[in-house]
DNA sequence: ATGAAAGCGCTAACAC
DNA sequence: GTGTTAGCGCTTTCAT
C-alpha cells in the first residue's frame, strides 16, 4: 500500500476501501502513529494556532478575556499559544516576532502602551491582527474594547447623585487608551456637575495605588471619593483604606472599573464597573477566526461592549441618593 | 550567492565573509524576511514549545501557575501553548493528542481527576510530562505539589486551639489528589483532638460550596468552624455567610486552603493557607526543561513546596487561642 | 568560506 | 480507488 493511501486514512478523506482502511487504523493503533503537524502545516502553508500576547495573566481580569479567547478558538479547533508582554512594548514585539516565525493564523493583541507602526509591515505581510481591550495607536485595525468613557461617566455620576464633589480619578498613564477614555468620562461628569477634577495618575499596581491612596488621604486636599480606573487599583486602594481604618462609605467613597468576585460580599458591598470579560474575549476570537476564514472581509471593525454599573453599598446609602449634597 | 550561506547568517553561523553577511542582513530586512519556524523544527526534529493543560485559566490559582510557567518559559526561549481541560479526562486526552501532533518538547498538566493510563504509552514514546499540582494517578512521575496534607492539618489544628469542635469540611471529590490529601490533614488533626468529623464533600466551585454552606448552617448538626478546600469553595462560603448574615468568627470560625488577594481586608481579615502558586509554575517549567534539555536524568522527582498558614482574624481573636474551648 | 544535494513528514495534483 | 511525483522551507553533510 502506498504512503498516500495511509495519508487518506489519516485525514479521513473518501475513496479507500474499507478493508484498507481498517488495516491503517490497526498500524496506526499498534505503532502509536502521531502524524506530524510541523509537516503538515508546513505544506497546508497556514497553521490552525493564534497568538495571545497579554499584560499579565495573573490579572483576573486578563484570565477571563483568555479563557473567552479558548472557548472560542477551542471551538473553532484552534490552539492558543500565550504570551505575557507586561506592558512593555520591546516584549511585546519580541513575541510577535516569535509567533510570526511560527506562523500563527492570527493574533490577539492586548497592545502595550507605545509606538505600534511595526505592526503595519506585519499586517501588510498578511498578518490578522484582532486587538483586544485597546485599540492600537494609529492604526485601523478590528479591535474588541468596551464601553470605557460611558462606564466611567456612570460610576463618577453616580458619585455625583450621592452627593460627592471631590472625587478623587485613581488611575494610570493616559499613554494607554483604556484609563484615557476613563478618564474622559470622569472629566464629563465632573464638569457636568461643575465640580473641580482631582486627577491622580499612579503606577496602576496593587502597591502603586496603595501608595497613592495613603497620600491622598494624608494630604491636604482629602477627597470625599475615588474612582479606581482598574482592579488593580482598587485592590490596592481597598488595603490603604482597611489599613487606615478609613470607612467606606462615610468617611470616603468608592467606584472601581473592572468589577471582581467578593466585590459584593465586602464590607461594605462594593460599587463596580463590570466589564464582560469572557465576552470581551469571546468576540475579540470569533472576529479574529472569521478573518482567518474569510468569513468577515470589509473594512476594520471596531466592537464595543457594554458595561454595567453594579450598584453596591460603598457610595453611599440610598438615603443621600438625589439629596443635596453637601461637598 | 547560495541558499545556505543566507541560512547561516539568518542563524548566525560562522564562515561567512562580512560582505555577505551585511549583504543579507540588508535583503532580510527590505523584505521582511522570517525564517519559518514549522520547516525549520521539522528537520531539527525538536520545538521549543511546551503545551500547559490546566483545568481552568480563570482561577487565579492556575493564573499564578500559569505565570510561573511562563516566566520560566521565557527565560529559556520556550513558547508555551495553553489548554483548559476544565478538568475532564476527556478533554485532557484531546489536548494531549493535540500536543503531541504538535511535537511540542514537552508537557506540563494538571491531571484532571480519572484514568491517566494513557499517558504511558505518549511517555514512552519520549514525550516529557511533569504533572503540576497533583501527581498522575498510578504512573512514577515527575511532579511539582504543595505540602497538601500538612496545610490542612495546621489549619484544621489552629481552629482546634482557637476552641472550635464542630469543624465542617468543605471539600471536593476525593478523587482530586489535593482535596484527598486536605482531607488527609483535616481528619488527623480532628483524631488528635478527639473531635467527630464532619465531612461535606461538595461541588468544589463558588456555586457548589455557596448551596452546601447554606444547607449546612440551616441543618442540625450546625458546625462551628468550617475548613474551606480551595479558594473558590472559600468564596462560595463567604457569599453564603454574609447573605445570612453570620458573623465570623463568632458565629463561624472560617479558615480556607488557598490564599487570596484582599483576604486581609476582608471583614474580618481571613486566616488563610497560603501556596506558593508561582513558584509552582515555575519548579514544574524548571523541572521539565532540565528533562528536556538532559541536565536532569535520574528517577522521577516529586517537588513538594511548603504552605504557610496566614493567620488573620477569621478563626477568633487572639483571646481565644489555647484557651479550654467549650464544645 | 561557500555551495550542492539530500531529506525532515507531509499533501496536492494528476496519472492509472 | 490507488499510486507516483513534486515540493513546502529549512538544515545537515560533504565537496570544493
Known sequence: M??????????????VRTVLREQVAGAVQKLGYRSNDLAR???????????LVIADISNPF?????????????????TV????????????RDYVALLVQQRVAGLLLVPAPGDHTYLTTEI??????VALDRPLQ??????????????????????????????????????????????????RAMAAAGAAEMINLVNPTVEGALADTRRLLTGRHR????LCVNNRVTVGALTALVQMGVTIPDELALVGFDDFELADVFHPPLTMVRQPAIA?????????????????????RTIVLPVELMIRDSCGSHDDFRSPGVA
Open 124 to 129: 501588510s505581510r498578511g498578518l490578522r491582527i
Open 2 to 15: 502506498s504512503l498516500k493511501t495511509a495519508s487518506r486514512v489519516v485525514n479521513n478523506e473518501r475513496y
Open 41 to 51: 502545516h508546513l505544506v497546508l502553508q497556514t497553521t490552525r494556532t493564534i497568538g
Open 280 to 300: 470581551l474575549g469571546m468576540n475579540a476570537a470569533t472576529l479574529l477566526i472569521d478573518r482567518i476564514e474569510g468569513r468577515e472581509t470589509g473594512a476594520p
Open 223 to 226: 477627597p470625599d471619593a475615588i
Open 81 to 92: 499559544v500565550l504570551n505575557a508582554s507586561d506592558e512593555g512594548v520591546h516584549a511585546e
Open 62 to 78: 486578563y484570565g477571563a478575556c483568555a479563557l473567552g479567547v479558548m472557548r472560542v478558538a477551542r471551538r473553532h479547533g484552534y
Open 138 to 187: 494609529g492604526l485601523e485595525n478590528d479591535c474588541a474594547i468596551v464601553e470605557n468613557e460611558p462606564g466611567a461617566f456612570a460610576a463618577t455620576d453616580h458619585l455625583i447623585q450621592h452627593g460627592r464633589r471631590r472625587i478623587a480619578f485613581l488611575g494610570g498613564s493616559e499613554s494607554i487608551f483604556t484609563y484615557a477614555m476613563r478618564l474622559e468620562g470622569y472629566r
